[in-house]
């Protein structure tokens, strides 16, 4: 099964490009299987209506591994190939480490510029598949398919109400909530685009990586968490659910604009982790066989696939 994660996406997107179907991936930052009620878990679980919905129409796989860390597991899912054959084997974290050579063959490049009918592709969130410095590799994810790229560069933000964002190779400041504004950028792609011509969308959230900052109230069913950094650092796991919690609401957000522009029925939804949890919201004892490890924990991650003509 551990191919299963890497390829996938690769088959599956160019398999139902000749029949114009729509595909959007969501990729869950630092999300193993346990804080989620449709996988075996303890009962401490978040509170995701909208990506249990998925099940109605869709697979669960049991067994879908990743790479420990998240920059070889999304050059992975990009290029279909392991992750250590395109130099990617670890994180990308500065202007010396690996990062994505732009000469790899892209689902992205693949549908928009070789499929029987070319589509629109977007990348919005997380992209860690290149450093935001020298300025000219901020362009780098339109160079390898994408029509527009618009999140954070980087592994982590800092702060989930103050992050930078590039669009198009533009740098600017954005005080939104992270999640909220990755499903804004998305659905504002989205209402570019003509009625006739089929879509790729690439969403990578950073949550819920930490920090863990407490979401908007609106997004949440506990409203009621201080968000203070003491409560935080005494609660992790709290946080960490609500973050999944307000990464759902938002993904819901999402279907229902496919809903009501008619998109949902022509759309493949598919839904994955990149890596295991870290240490400080780790459900397991050993917390070294957490995030960062090729123990289970750190590489055994959820995965839907929903609307494959099923």
Known sequence: MKKVLLFTLFVFVHWFSAAQQNTIIIIADDLGTDYLGFYPNDGDTANTPVLRSLLDDGVVFSNAWSNPVCSPTRAGLFTGRYSFRTGMGY??????????????????????????????????????????????????????????????????????????????????????????????????????????????????????????????????????????????????SLYFKAAIEALDTEVGRLFQYLDQNNLRDSTNIIFIGDNGQEKSVAKIQDTSHVKGTLYDYGIHVPMIISDLLL
């Open 91 to 236: 994180i990308v974290s500065g202007t010396s480490s690996p990062q994505l050579d732009t000469a790899e063959m892209s689902v992205a490049t693949l549908l928009r510029d070789f499929a029987p009918v070319k589509y629109a592709t977007a990348n919005v969130g997380k992209w860690h598949l290149h450093t935001t410095m020298p300025p000219a590799k901020r362009v780098f994810p339109n160079y390898m398919g994408y029509d527009l790229y618009s999140g954070n560069f980087n592994g982590a933000i800092t702060d989930f109400y103050q992050w930078t964002r590039i669009k198009n190779g533009v740098m600017d400041t954005v005080s939104t909530y992270a999640t909220t504004q990755n499903i804004n950028d998305a659905i504002d792609w989205l209402d570019t685009l003509s009625s006739n011509k089929p879509f790729f969308l690439w969403v990578a959230f950073n949550a819920p990586h930490t920090p863990h900052h407490k979401p908007p109230d609106s997004l949440i069913s506990n409203p009621g968490l201080p968000g203070t950094p003491g409560h935080i650092n005494a609660n992790p």
